[in-house]
């Protein structure tokens, strides 16, 4: 007998005696192939990178970035935040200076702090009303102009300061957040169809005893449950996987919520809106997200999250209760997830244009293996280079970030509002027709639509991924490695090819077959994609 044929039978034995130990909550797997899944869509030989990580300045700039990155022309194409004449910025432009924490650090120690309050970091900042962020090492500071500044001058301020690492625009945004809508029961026909839809197995599902389970189609839809004895039986996930929620914040005392809320210091994440430390919801966007991602699993409640068990989210609060936000407040965003120990990050947001503040931001977070998935918007437009759509569009280029599409809970068809794209959108997942989530009281439940839904079923999915990688020891994984597996065991879905570029949906039970079958069954642990 060979090595390999040695380790299945030994496996196999193991699994045997899992199922007789498993929980009830989880289906021990009926008889399937265990081979490697064929990749869906995208043949092998692609990779999702187009843009490799390197040659990176520490911010996560290319290499041969300037420091200001604002001209008379990025003035003039900048929809209003910046006022220019040919060699100057006016009163009242509105711009973003990243500032390098750990430098500052270094000032204080060896010039000390009265000297560092004359730099130019440290006046900007008093300016703004700004204060270090002692976990963050790089720092998007907001500054409005009030009096107006030559190119030549801002220049020679940005180089004064070491601490300085970049000057941007700092675009404002007023993200459309989508209301609740009123979602009837199904139809016996509609049953049938979702169950068509999702493979024919929506029906035979794992088990949960949260009672608004069945108004959750997006959990049928996407074989959530199935998966869930992949991940959990088979491929033993059993540690937490920080997933960080950049948008309206968390209602962190949702009691479908709080036992799976990130805790630091008694904090549930950061609030870029009013600078605190206490994330709170005061739309619903964001608890809703949140609790499609991870809302507690078997706890006779509400409903349960893609992941639900093994999870902690954590809130991070870029967007005000009417959606409005900026580069700044984003682009800190990220970065305080990557540097507070996120594995995903889900932004449910997005803007018209190119913004290289909120680029290098995610490419910062690739750089430390955070995982980034993306709404691709509700324009019901095609996203190219011409009608580029932030943070979508960098999905394209960037290895580890994933855009996606909605489709209709039940039939699988592209929901009527979701942008598409073969080129810059990757995967679809349902958003539109039942998905119930938490919110806000005194409601504590509603349901919404949006790609702003569907991307959260895909992070939900990219965390049970990782969740996988860290049982068979690997700490880190690669997020190109997790968006990957996402993709190639996605469902194939005929109307989706000219919708999103592997033309298929998501699939988690072919996800945890897929993770199965490559790093479990081969008996490497996912040895090939440790560092």
């Given at each position: 007998m060979s090595i390999r044929a040695y380790r299945r039978r030994r496996i196999a034995v193991l699994l045997l005696g899992m199922c007789a130990l498993a929980p009830f909550t989880y289906n021990c797997h009926r008889a399937v192939d265990h081979s490697a899944l064929t990749t869906q869509g995208t043949p092998d030989s692609e990779d999702q990178s187009v843009v490799a990580l390197e040659n990176l300045a520490d911010d996560g700039a290319p290499q041969d970035e300037p420091k200001v990155r604002v001209g008379a022309a990025v003035a003039a194409a900048s929809g209003g935040s910046l006022k220019a004449t040919a060699s100057s910025l006016e009163a009242g432009s509105q711009l973003m200076v990243l500032v390098d924490n750990k430098c500052r650090d270094e000032q204080v120690r060896s010039l000390g702090s009265q000297k560092l309050a004359a730099s130019a970091?440290?006046?900007?900042?008093?300016?703004?009303?700004?204060?270090?962020?002692?976990?963050?090492?790089?720092?998007?500071?907001?500054?409005?102009?009030?009096?107006?500044?030559?190119?030549?001058?801002?220049?020679?301020?940005?180089?004064?300061?070491?601490?300085?690492?970049?000057?941007?625009?700092?675009?404002?945004?007023?993200?459309?957040?989508?209301?609740?809508?009123?979602?009837?029961?199904?139809s016996a026909s509609e049953q049938e169809q979702l169950a068509a839809s999702s493979g024919g197995e929506a029906g035979i599902q794992a088990t949960a005893n949260d009672p608004m389970l069945t108004n959750a189609r997006h959990i049928a839809?996407?074989?959530?449950?199935?998966?869930?004895?992949?991940?959990?039986?088979?491929?033993?996930?059993?540690?937490?996987?920080?997933?960080?929620?950049?948008?309206?914040?968390?209602?962190?005392?949702?009691?479908?919520?709080?036992?799976?809320?990130?805790?630091?210091?008694?904090?549930?994440?950061?609030?870029?809106?009013?600078?605190?430390?206490?994330?709170?919801?005061?739309?619903?966007?964001?608890?809703?997200?949140?609790?499609?991602?991870?809302?507690?699993?078997?706890?006779?409640?509400?409903?349960?999250?893609?992941?639900?068990?093994?999870?902690?989210?954590?809130?991070?609060?870029?967007?005000?209760?009417?959606?409005?936000?900026?580069?700044?407040?984003?682009?800190?965003?990220?970065?305080?997830?990557?540097?507070?120990?996120?594995?995903?990050?889900?932004?449910?947001?997005?803007?018209?244009?190119?913004?290289?503040?909120?680029?290098?931001a995610?490419?910062?977070?690739?750089?430390?293996?955070?995982?980034?998935?993306?709404?691709?918007?509700?324009?019901?437009?095609?996203?190219?280079?011409?009608?580029?759509?932030?943070?979508?569009?960098?999905?394209?280029?960037?290895?580890?970030?994933?855009?996606?599409?909605?489709?209709?809970?039940?039939?699988?068809?592209?929901?009527?509002?979701?942008?598409?794209?073969?080129?810059?959108?990757?995967?679809a997942a349902p958003g539109?027709?039942?998905?119930?989530?938490?919110?806000?009281?005194?409601?504590?439940?509603?349901?919404l639509q949006g790609t702003s839904m569907a991307s959260p079923v895909v992070a939900g999915a990219a965390a049970l991924v990782i969740g996988a990688f860290h049982a068979h020891g690997v700490a880190q994984p690669e997020p190109s490695a997790v968006t990957r597996l996402l993709t190639d065991s996605s469902r194939p879905v005929a109307g989706l090819v000219s919708v999103v570029r592997n033309g298929a949906t998501l699939d988690i039970e072919r996800l945890g077959r897929q993770f199965y079958s490559r790093y479990v069954m081969a008996g490497d642990g996912g040895s090939e994609v440790r560092p």
């Amino acid at each position: 007998m060979s090595i390999r044929a040695y380790r299945r039978r030994r496996i196999a034995v193991l699994l045997l005696g899992m199922c007789a130990l498993a929980p009830f909550t989880y289906n021990c797997h009926r008889a399937v192939d265990h081979s490697a899944l064929t990749t869906q869509g995208t043949p092998d030989s692609e990779d999702q990178s187009v843009v490799a990580l390197e040659n990176l300045a520490d911010d996560g700039a290319p290499q041969d970035e300037p420091k200001v990155r604002v001209g008379a022309a990025v003035a003039a194409a900048s929809g209003g935040s910046l006022k220019a004449t040919a060699s100057s910025l006016e009163a009242g432009s509105q711009l973003m200076v990243l500032v390098d924490n750990k430098c500052r650090d270094e000032q204080v120690r060896s010039l000390g702090s009265q000297k560092l309050a004359a730099s130019a970091s440290s006046k900007i900042m008093e300016a703004a009303g700004s204060e270090s962020i002692p976990s963050m090492r790089f720092q998007a500071v907001e500054w409005n102009l009030d009096q107006s500044l030559s190119f030549d001058e801002l220049n020679a301020l940005a180089d004064s300061d070491p601490c300085i690492a970049r000057v941007d625009k700092n675009q404002q945004y007023q993200f459309k957040l989508p209301e609740p809508v009123s979602v009837g029961s199904l139809s016996a026909s509609e049953q049938e169809q979702l169950a068509a839809s999702s493979g024919g197995e929506a029906g035979i599902q794992a088990t949960a005893n949260d009672p608004m389970l069945t108004n959750a189609r997006h959990i049928a839809f996407s074989k959530a449950l199935l998966g869930w004895d992949w991940f959990y039986s088979s491929a033993g996930v059993k540690s937490d996987v920080v997933v960080a929620v950049i948008d309206t914040g968390i209602f962190a005392t949702h009691p479908d919520l709080i036992d799976n809320v990130w805790l630091n210091n008694g904090s549930n994440g950061y609030d870029f809106i009013n600078n605190d430390n206490n994330p709170a919801d005061d739309h619903g966007h964001g608890t809703h997200v949140a609790g499609i991602i991870g809302a507690r699993a078997n706890n006779n409640v509400g409903v349960t999250g893609v992941m639900g068990t093994n999870i902690k989210l954590m809130g991070v609060k870029v967007l005000a209760a009417n959606g409005s936000g900026g580069d700044a407040g984003i682009a800190n965003g990220i970065r305080f997830a990557a540097d507070n120990g996120a594995h995903v990050i889900n932004m449910s947001l997005g803007g018209p244009g190119q913004s290289t503040a909120v680029r290098d931001a995610m490419v910062y977070a690739l750089s430390r293996k955070v995982t980034i998935i993306v709404a691709a918007g509700n324009e019901n437009a095609e996203i190219t280079a011409a009608n580029f759509v932030m943070p979508a569009g960098y999905a394209k280029d960037y290895p580890g970030i994933l855009a996606v599409a909605s489709v209709d809970a039940v039939t699988g068809a592209r929901s009527g509002f979701s942008n598409f794209s073969p080129t810059y959108v990757w995967i679809a997942a349902p958003g539109s027709n039942g998905i119930r989530s938490t919110y806000i009281a005194p409601d504590n439940y509603r349901d919404l639509q949006g790609t702003s839904m569907a991307s959260p079923v895909v992070a939900g999915a990219a965390a049970l991924v990782i969740g996988a990688f860290h049982a068979h020891g690997v700490a880190q994984p690669e997020p190109s490695a997790v968006t990957r597996l996402l993709t190639d065991s996605s469902r194939p879905v005929a109307g989706l090819v000219s919708v999103v570029r592997n033309g298929a949906t998501l699939d988690i039970e072919r996800l945890g077959r897929q993770f199965y079958s490559r790093y479990v069954m081969a008996g490497d642990g996912g040895s090939e994609v440790r560092p």
